[in-house]
């Protein structure tokens, strides 16, 4: 199967050179390629997994158990400034 | 001493014979002379390993000994650690200090281990050779031509050549099971849901679970006990799990009466003949012990591989996708825009092998394709699991080959990610099916160590460890250790 290279990654949010969707093309279609073995796998009315052992999301009461700790948590973003992430202009 | 069990080492600070300094500072020493060599380690913090073993040796002096009282315990790179970098082995993670620490490695220093320093892994646990990690391959202490598996190969590795007498590493499709078994350790997967995920960096979250590296299968029992049991905080650490009496299970030691299932699936054409006759004999081995070999089939077992490339890079692109260097991680140069900061920051900091896994997710879960791939995998994973099921109907524990092959050259695989993804064919399912796994040596293809995997059902760690047990009480395969670094091969 031919896979658009180029949407995928930006899909993804991933710049990719000319060189590497040249490389990586070839490849997604091989793995892709590989998994399609699956479709000859009779999986009529079987019931898909997600949690291995079917547990069903716990409930917790809604109290707040965390402190503050934005000075920690922030100190390993790449910009911030009176304690807000910045980011390039988003609206002109 | 430095080919020591953690319970040998346990032993002799209990008697007094030594002090968990001492025993620090002989890992640290042997890690300074072999880590150049090995590239085990990717971060190492002498002071800090002595302070701890110090602190241990200060309250072992006024409290009872804690479970892991002075026992050196390395990390693989995936764990937040408070102290020192967690990397991942990901440029985009570059000198990223976590803000707290894993819940695992609350327990280890709970229970009183020296944390020694966070080890080489595939980039993101994804690779299986260790080999796609930013900071460098990693070299199998058996012949440093060829890989120590992945993608705990740092933790492997460094256990194999005793830089470490023990070692956690995570395992999401044979993770730890696969490097163990081709430097000659033991490791174990421990049931999903089992041992908390909170803190760990995540890669596909319905598969990924954290376990021990070990020189024997107590040592793995000691650890699993330490780390295990429920996290309100992580919601996939299942609350009302059996509890296993871990020690007492690698005590019992008796293979009389056991029902041993050996797939056919795991015994097939392509794989080496010598790891082949290995796992054969060691099953012959279980035969004399008491246990009875019954032949099953996991009719499954071949779409394993597929299904788990559907799911894995679907989990990973969506659990990556945090990755947006706003919080954290790295940002490139001089952003244009919005856009070009998240798809430049993100095509500098991933390696290729993320790159390819992101994109097979996204392509999986694609408008179009999530049926046809993601759910079609999601429904051969019921079938896989319905496999195992039917199988423990009949037998207690299955017994297979850990990897086809022993270790490849470095080098070797790398071309092509489809033959690299098939070395994990023996340890997929496992994941898939959430059960506990175990590998432990079982004898030598052309010199290289070969893995004996023992599969039992959820939540029955004890049945897996006792067989373990009383196959390495009857031989001497545990005890083998790669002479260029000092152990009697």
Redesign the interface.
């Known amino acids: 199967m031919d ?1 658009d ?1 180029k949407k ?10 000319e060189e ?1 969707a040249a ?2 093309g070839p ?2 279609s ?3 390629g ?6 000859k ?1 009779d ?1 009529d009315g ?8 079917d ?1 069903a ?2 409930l ?1 009461a809604n109290v707040v158990t965390n402190t503050n ?1 934005r000075d ?8 911030t400034e009176s304690g807000l ?1 910045v ?4 609206i002109e | 001493m430095p080919f020591s069990s953690l319970s040998d080492i346990q032993d002799r600070l209990n008697s007094g014979q030594t002090t968990a300094v001492e025993v620090a500072q002989l890992y640290l020493d042997r890690i300074a002379a072999f880590n150049d060599t090995l590239n085990a380690f990717v971060h190492i913090d002498p002071t800090h390993v002595l302070a701890q073993a110090e602190a241990s040796d200060a309250y072992r002096a006024k409290h009872e000994a804690r479970p892991l009282e002075g026992l050196p315990i390395a990390v693989k790179d995936i764990f937040c650690t408070q102290d020192g970098p967690t990397q991942c082995c990901s440029n985009i993670l570059k000198d ?4 707290y620490d894993a819940q695992v490695i609350t327990r280890l220093k709970e229970a009183g281990a020296v944390l020694v320093g966070k080890t080489n892994m595939d980039e993101f646990a994804m690779g299986s050779s260790n080999e796609t990690s930013a900071f460098g391959a990693c070299r199998n202490p058996w012949d440093t031509e060829r890989i120590p598996g992945g993608s705990s190969g740092g933790s492997a590795a460094a256990v194999a050549a005793a830089l470490t007498p023990a070692a956690l590493g995570t395992d999401t499709g044979g993770s730890i099971r696969q490097p163990a078994a081709v430097t000659g350790i033991t490791g174990l997967k421990p049931t ?2 089992r041992v908390s995920r909170r803190g760990i960096i995540a890669f596909a979250s ?1 598969l990924d679970q954290a376990g021990p590296m070990t020189r024997t299968v107590r040592d793995t029992a000691m650890i699993t006990a330490a780390i295990s049991g429920h996290d ?1 905080r992580d ?2 650490s ?2 009302d799990a059996p509890e296993v009496d871990w020690l007492a299970a690698c005590d019992a030691q008796d293979m009389k009466g056991l029902k041993i299932g050996r797939p056919k699936e795991y015994f097939v054409d392509g794989m080496d003949a010598e790891v082949r006759a290995s796992v054969e004999t060691a099953l012959k081995k279980c035969e004399e012990l008491g246990a009875e070999i019954i032949d099953i089939s996991l009719p ?1 077992t ?2 394993a ?3 788990y ?2 799911i894995a890079p679907s989990e990973a ?1 969506a659990n990556l ?1 945090r990755y ?8 490139c140069e001089n ?10 920051s ?2 500098e900091g ?1 390696g ?1 092998e993320v ?2 896994r ?3 997710g ?3 879960l ?1 408008s179009g394709y999530y049926d ?2 993601y ?9 896989i ?1 319905q496999d195992f099921i039917q199988a423990f109907e009949e037998v207690d524990v299955i017994a297979t080959p850990t990897s086809p092959i022993p270790a490849f050259k470095l080098g070797e695989k790398t071309d092509d ?2 033959t690299m ?1 098939l070395s994990d064919i023996f340890t997929i399912a496992v994941n ?4 506990p796994g175990l590998s432990q040596p079982c004898g030598f293809a052309s010199n290289l160590p070969v893995g004996l995997q023992w599969i039992g059902p ?1 939540w029955r760690e004890d049945i897996v460890l006792s067989a373990a047990a009383a196959y390495e009480g009857a031989t001497d395969w545990s005890n083998k250790a790669p002479a260029t670094f000092g152990g009697e091969s």
Do not use: N, W
């Not at chain 1, 590989?34 to 479709?39: A, I, K, P, R, T």
């Not at chain 1, 079987?46 to 052992?53: D, F, L, N, R, S």
């Not at chain 1, 980011?87 to 988003?90: E, L, Q």
């Not at chain 2, 947006?324 to 940002?331: A, L």
């Open positions: 896979i290279v995928v990654a930006m899909l993804s949010r991933i710049r990719l050179t590497e490389e990586l490849q997604l091989s793995i892709i590989y998994v399609e073995q699956l479709s796998i999986t079987v019931a898909p997994t997600a949690h291995p052992h547990a999301m716990p917790r700790r920690e948590l922030q100190a390993c973003a790449p910009k992430y980011v390039p202009k988003v | 990223f200090h976590a803000p999903y849901g319905s309100s919601a996939t299942v609350a499954h071949e779409a591989v597929a299904a490339y559907v692109s996708s947006d260097s706003v919080r954290f991680g790295h940002r952003p244009e825009d919005l856009l070009d900061m998240y798809t430049r993100r095509d991933f290729s790159k390819r992101i994109l097979t996204a392509f999986a694609s046809a791939y759910l079609k995998a999601q429904q051969v994973r019921t079938l699991q990610p489809l993804y898939l099916a959430g059960l959820a």
